[in-house]
């Protein structure tokens, strides 16, 4: 009778239950963190999460969909997180610095941002739903920063701006700007973009006393 404790660990059999999605998503997110995109593989994650690379593209099909939606699960969470900054206290002022906050990747090679990056150099190769997807993820950001211009024109606390064209204006400056905070261009640190975006909303948003 051959000894287990000498063999390698079973494979998953084929009844076996696979992990959540959400498991898949942590453990992709993981890998970009610490290795960057080169270092997250089919056979890697799915050894990290204890399913074969066949197994993976079973459910996914492709590299490019488990990108997509391991990017659609994290902006879910960032969504939860502006969600919470637009219904909780705090001056129109602090919801637009803490949007800013949540926009600005944390630093060079932020996993978010990395894998954003990513998804964007392969949408040109994309389908017409997965171009859709991307689009609603930029809707979902355009919505909720326009809520926050809209509100603080309506209290007085921003100038008379209209609130749609000011949102695709500011987003493309935070686009420019979080690119070069992502990929780690000398002079553009994340302390530094932050000053730059809320020395612009001062010159341009803030009424003048």
Do not use: C
């Amino acid at each position: 009778m051959s000894q287990r404790s000498n063999q390698a660990p079973a494979p998953r059999r084929r009844n076996q239950a696979a992990p959540p999605r959400e498991d898949v998503f942590a453990a992709a997110m993981d890998t970009v963190a610490a290795r960057g995109l080169d270092g997250l593989t089919m056979a890697g994650l799915g050894r990290q999460v204890g399913m074969s690379s066949g197994h993976l593209l079973y459910y996914f099909r492709t590299k490019d969909e488990l990108l997509l939606q391991t990017l659609e699960w994290s902006e879910g969470r960032l969504g939860a997180e502006r969600g919470a900054l637009l219904s909780g206290p705090g001056s129109p002022r602090e919801r637009l610095d803490g949007y800013v906050d949540l926009y600005v990747p944390t630093g060079p090679r932020d996993p978010h941002w990395t894998l954003w990056l990513e998804v964007w150099n392969r949408s040109q190769n994309a389908d017409d739903d997965a171009r859709a997807r991307q689009a609603a993820i930029e809707l979902a950001w355009h919505r909720d920063l326009v809520a926050i211009l809209a509100e603080g024109v309506s209290r007085g606390a921003f100038r008379p701006v209209d609130a749609d064209r000011f949102a695709a204006r500011t987003r493309a400056l935070l686009d420019g700007f979080s690119v070069h905070v992502a990929v780690g261009i000398p002079g553009t640190g994340r302390g530094e973009v932050l000053a730059q975006v809320r020395e612009f909303i001062d010159e341009t948003l803030i009424p003048r006393p």
